[in-house]
């Protein structure tokens, strides 16, 4: 039987919606990641899993949750860990430069997401941490669902939350016909209907427990799914089919040549990006895309004299590093090249630098850059060895 879409909706905003609340948590008890192991920053320092209203350590929620935007939670928890070694107090991620918080989020990706922690710890020292809303969304690289999870997970507030889980796991259960980001609004009224007001630490946990391992994108298990016999998508018998996407784009390929420049002293040139962008104030070495009918030589050359200023002879190649990003493809060809003359000057970029090749790993880099990286001191250590 095929359960209209308009009668699940109603049983959102509806007694209904007390049920499926309570049906969720019967289910997260039994099978939800409570694991100290798993998520360390929802539990008490003496490892219990906390009781309701009894408040969680506020550093650690919010740093988790901007690590978990874009981001999962297995790539997430040793990020974390290595973090609150570093820094474990919103006092000494206040007092740290942004290099050095920079170099902690090194291969997180999203990098910017490092730099407004770090604006925003400056602005709570000696502060009281936000207990509402929109004292969380006043700062700096905090969303609606970002706040939602911090107020939820450190203070067990009332407040929903609307990460890619919770769409989906919404969109399959109502068979909602158009994509989530249209209908944001809507989405958010059906998380807070479902919301359990006496336990939204709780709730809000097996909610995305719930997207993460069972309500899956490509393979979801609905046998073991506590919402099956209330779900659209489910009746359908092709949960598959929701949520409903637009048709996708092709990601635009680009050709980038990238320059490793040596000079006489051994010193390797790098460059700092402008602070913009998914990798704003990232270290890189310099280079650019490849235009129509140009060799990848001519490219580095060329990007090289409009971005520093220098001349360069182009040698060997190092390195050909594919890499994807949400929006584009790139492949990096990468070739060593001896300085010539120019002072180096930061046309397009921040700041550049000549570094000594075994101090490159003290600079955040991104990390397509990790193998340009090993491929030169590989290449260095197998001269020196000749």
Known sequence: MVVPQRLVMSQLVSGSAQALSQALLAWWHDHGRID??????????????????????????????????????????????????????????????LEQVRLQWQGLGYYSRARRLHEAAQQLVGRPWPSDLEGWLALPGIGRTTAGGILSSAFDAPVPILDGNVKRVLARLTAHPRPPARDDAQFWSWSEALLDPDRPRDFNQALMDLGATVCTPRAPSCERCPWRLHCAAYASGDPCRWPVTDAPKPLPFQVIGVGVVLNAAGEVLIDQRLEEGLLGGMWEFPGGKQELGETIETCIVRELKEELGIAVT????????????????????????????????????QQVRWVMPDQLRDYPFPAANARIIEALLGRLQGQSQA
């Open 36 to 97: 100290p192991a798993l998520k360390p920053w929802m539990f008490t320092k003496d490892g219990r899993w906390p009781a309701p209203h009894e408040p969680l350590c506020v550093f650690e929620c919010w740093i988790a949750e901007v690590m978990l935007q874009q981001t999962q939670l297995r790539v997430v928890l040793p990020y974390w860990q290595n973090w609150m070694k570093v820094f474990p107090s919103v006092d000494a991620l206040a007092a740290a430069s």
């Open 314 to 349: 182009v040698g060997d190649e190092l390195i050909t590093v594919e890499h994807a990003y949400s929006h584009k493809k790139l492949r990096f060809v990468v070739h060593l090249c001896a300085w010539e003359a120019g002072e180096p000057q930061p046309l397009a970029s």
